[in-house]
């Protein structure tokens, strides 16, 4: 199987971003100390600060599929609830 690269897009809302900020960045270590996790990096967009990018590689989507249905991940949409603008996911796998 191949590797499967993750981009997470997430903007909170604009009262709302401390606590989004806090709730991301528990996921870090816990998700980085996950079986097949290769690289989960968080990132805070220098001009937005509402704006946040997750990156994570995954050594398959099988791994992948196990990290979303984890607990942790639950507890944090279940404390982001109504904070969070929007969100979008990319499934992508490296060409080059």
């Not at 942790?72 to 992508?92: C, P, Q, R």
Request: aromatic fraction near 10%.
């Amino acid at each position: 199987m191949s590797r499967l690269t993750i981009f997470a897009k997430i903007k909170a809302k604009s009262d709302e971003v401390e606590l989004v900020k806090s709730e991301l960045m528990q996921l870090v270590s816990i998700s980085q100390a996950e079986p097949g996790c290769i690289q989960y990096h968080l990132y805070q967009d220098n001009g937005d600060p509402s704006y946040f990018i997750i990156h994570e590689v995954w050594q398959s989507r099988d791994y992948w599929e196990k990290h979303v249905n984890r607990q942790h991940l639950a507890d944090y949409l279940k404390a982001v609830d109504g904070a969070v603008e929007e969100f979008s996911l990319k499934e992508t796998t490296a060409i080059g």
